[in-house]
């Protein structure tokens, strides 16, 4: 019994995202989970029925062991579904060499980066795409939904590399990661050019439409032309809202009553929503209100929030993420995804949502042992829903799609002292982390 011919077993795991805390056995064939069941206890292998189980030491087990191990003893290491980066940017990814931003701010971000676009070539948007697609992937990402710039006020040459680029590195990964791609609408330029290109740019593949509304000096109108477009060519949106220390900034409300309108509940979804933070108890309630009626989706981009926001506070400097806890009591679907890495929106960051969910933890007070399930869920099944993964999760019947890691436990897990892990997708298991030299790796 063996991965590549088709089957695999493992005893001994533990899934954290299961509320029992019990030892489980997991088998599958061709693909998909066949039997997942409680052990009742530590699982010896012999009594499993297996004469031969291996016990990988995952920093230095090679995919092949593991290819060939008749049975997996995992040894109470956690098993998770492959993580979900529902907001992340690709094309921006690794441009600090080239665009720097010393203020720190939103804003000279925007700026640099909108005047270096013209400069990027699709080779150079390539390579750093596909460096920080297989980082993610090497912490356990499978599925990724990037949000890619489209600046069509310098010409159609310069706003279609971006998305040459884009679908180039999505078949590249085929079949070992799902990558989705919502297009920045843009609010500058002609109008009519740029909702032809909008088509042109989904007829080549592009599933989202999205932009930063809140950003345009029409705000309404820009979120109205957007809502048309979707309709129109029956995508979902995934909207930039209300990136700003400023509580005057409610997009959303507006977000809320265009996907009432168009009879888009469950398919729009908000980012960041940092003014949300800004705002009194009273007013923030009315917007949470607003955005359950409206069954609208949100994601937190807590590491970017925090070291863009609240830069011009003095004092008690605001945390610049939105109201987490509050979005989760009100049952609306919540995740948190990595948005920058190491560009000019934010220095830092490898595409760990492991490490986003501890930033999450920081910045929301999250500890409690339902806290941390919670954050495992805002990574993994919540995210899922948002960009519409079927068959996920470890459940009978479903795809084969999952991280494992030597870690004891949650807290251990989301700690960073066990950084070890393997990943298996779409059929294969892929290597550990790829992490350090990643981008010199793919320069080369």
Same mark, same amino acid.
């Not at 690794?94 to 720097?100: D, K």
């Not at 490490?355 to 993994?380: F, K, N």
């Given at each position: 019994?063996?991965?590549?011919?088709?089957?695999?077993?493992?005893?001994?795991?533990?899934?954290?995202?299961?509320?029992?805390?019990?030892?489980?056995?997991?088998?599958?064939?061709?693909?998909?989970?066949?039997?997942?069941?409680?052990?009742?206890?530590?699982?010896?292998?012999?009594?499993?029925?297996?004469?031969?189980?291996?016990?990988?030491?995952?920093?230095?087990?090679?995919?092949?062991?593991?290819?060939?191990?008749?049975?997996?003893?995992?040894?109470?290491?956690?098993?998770?579904?492959?993580?979900?980066?529902?907001?992340?940017?690709?094309?921006?990814?690794?441009?600090?060499?080239?665009?720097?931003?010393?203020?720190?701010?939103?804003?000279?971000?925007?700026?640099?980066?909108?005047?270096?676009?013209?400069?990027?070539?699709?080779?150079?948007?390539?390579?750093?795409?596909?460096?920080?697609? &297989?980082?993610? +992937?090497?912490?356990?990402?499978? /599925? #990724? !939904?990037?949000?890619?710039?489209?600046? %069509?006020?310098? $010409?159609?040459?310069?706003?279609?590399?971006?998305?040459?680029?884009?679908?180039?590195?999505?078949?590249?990964?085929?079949?070992?990661?799902?990558?989705?791609?919502?297009?920045?609408?843009?609010?500058?330029?002609?109008?009519?050019?740029?909702?032809?290109?909008?088509?042109?740019?989904?007829?080549?593949?592009?599933?989202?439409?999205?932009?930063?509304?809140?950003?345009?000096?029409?705000?309404?109108?820009?979120?109205?032309?957007?809502?048309?477009?979707?309709?129109?060519?029956?995508?979902?949106?995934?909207?930039?809202?209300?990136?700003?220390?400023?509580?005057?900034? &409610?997009?959303? +409300?507006?977000?809320?009553?265009? /996907? #009432? !309108?168009?009879?888009?509940?469950?398919? %729009?979804?908000? $980012?960041?929503?940092?003014?949300?933070?800004?705002?009194?108890?009273?007013?923030?309630?009315?917007?949470?209100?607003?955005?359950?009626?409206?069954?609208?989706?949100?994601?937190?981009?807590?590491?970017?929030?925090?070291?863009?926001?609240?830069?011009?506070?003095?004092?008690?400097?605001?945390?610049?993420?939105?109201?987490?806890?509050?979005?989760?009591?009100?049952?609306?679907?919540?995740?948190?995804?990595?948005?920058?890495?190491?560009?000019?929106?934010?220095?830092?960051?490898?595409?760990?949502?492991?490490?986003?969910?501890?930033?999450?933890?920081?910045?929301?007070?999250?500890?409690?042992?339902?806290?941390?399930?919670?954050?495992? !869920?805002?990574?993994?099944?919540?995210?899922?829903?948002?960009?519409?993964?079927?068959?996920?999760?470890?459940?009978?019947?479903?795809?084969?799609?999952?991280?494992?890691?030597?870690?004891?436990?949650?807290?251990?897990?989301?700690?960073?002292?066990?950084?070890?892990?393997?990943?298996?997708?779409?059929?294969?298991?892929?290597?550990?982390?790829?992490?350090?030299?990643?981008?010199?790796?793919?320069?080369?």
């Amino acid at each position: 019994m063996s991965a590549s011919a088709g089957r695999m077993h493992f005893i001994n795991v533990r899934l954290p995202l299961r509320e029992d805390n019990q030892w489980y056995e997991l088998k599958a064939e061709g693909g998909k989970w066949i039997s997942i069941r409680q052990q009742g206890g530590f699982l010896d292998a012999a009594v499993a029925g297996v004469t031969r189980a291996l016990v990988p030491a995952l920093a230095g087990t090679d995919l092949k062991k593991l290819d060939e191990a008749e049975c997996i003893d995992l040894q109470g290491g956690i098993m998770l579904p492959g993580l979900v980066d529902c907001h992340m940017h690709l094309d921006k990814a690794f441009s600090l060499e080239q665009v720097s931003n010393i203020s720190g701010t939103l804003q000279e971000a925007i700026e640099n980066y909108s005047q270096a676009v013209p400069d990027f070539s699709k080779e150079q948007l390539a390579v750093r795409m596909l460096a920080a697609a &297989r980082l993610a +992937l090497s912490y356990g990402t499978t /599925t #990724i !939904r990037s949000h890619l710039d489209f600046p %069509v006020h310098f $010409g159609k040459e310069v706003a279609f590399r971006t998305i040459a680029a884009a679908l180039e590195v999505r078949e590249k990964l085929s079949g070992r990661m799902k990558i989705q791609y919502s297009l920045m609408v843009p609010f500058r330029g002609d109008q009519r050019v740029v909702d032809e290109a909008v088509a042109e740019a989904l007829r080549m593949g592009i599933d989202v439409l999205g932009g930063a509304p809140h950003l345009a000096a029409d705000p309404e109108g820009e979120i109205s032309r957007i809502f048309r477009l979707a309709e129109q060519y029956g995508v979902p949106v995934d909207l930039h809202a209300d990136e700003s220390d400023d509580p005057g900034k &409610r997009t959303v +409300l507006n977000i809320a009553e265009h /996907t #009432i !309108r168009y009879g888009y509940q469950g398919r %729009v979804t908000a $980012g960041h929503l940092c003014s949300l933070s800004a705002m009194d108890e009273k007013d923030a309630q009315v917007v949470i209100t607003k955005m359950k009626e409206a069954c609208l989706n949100a994601v937190t981009l807590p590491a970017v929030n925090l070291y863009l926001q609240g830069r011009e506070d003095r004092g008690l400097v605001r945390r610049g993420t939105t109201r987490i806890r509050e979005l989760l009591a009100a049952d609306i679907p919540l995740a948190a995804a990595s948005d920058n890495i190491q560009d000019p929106f934010h220095p830092f960051g490898r595409a760990d949502l492991t490490q986003i969910a501890q930033i999450t933890s920081y910045a929301a007070h999250m500890g409690g042992v339902e806290d941390l399930r919670q954050l495992l !869920r805002m990574i993994t099944d919540i995210p899922a829903g948002i960009v519409g993964s079927e068959g996920y999760g470890i459940q009978e019947g479903n795809a084969c799609d999952f991280v494992v890691t030597d870690a004891a436990d949650v807290t251990q897990l989301l700690s960073g002292t066990s950084m070890s892990r393997w990943v298996y997708t779409c059929g294969g298991w892929q290597s550990g982390l790829y992490a350090a030299h990643a981008y010199a790796m793919d320069k080369q």
